[in-house]
């Protein structure tokens, strides 16, 4: 399997979805922690769930591209 081995080990259930990836859930209790954990991952994870986990994983992974640039700022 790929990435994540140590949110695998985490793990209190996984069910292999294919070659690629594999459906976990983990014990977490502190959301921020956890979502800066799995930001360390980028594209190798994808939070389904709770909704707070996913939204803070968001936020983090999106503040991490920096500010768009103004339409003033753009380069076509």
Known sequence: MGA????????RTAEVIDDRWSLITVDFTDVEAFAAEICSFGADVVVKGPTELRESVIRLL??????????DEAMV
Not at 4 to 11: K, P, V, W
Not at 62 to 71: D, E, K, R, V, Y
């Open 4 to 11: 994540g081995h140590s949110l695998r080990r985490q793990a």
């Open 62 to 71: 999106t503040g991490a591209l920096g500010p768009a640039p103004s339409s």
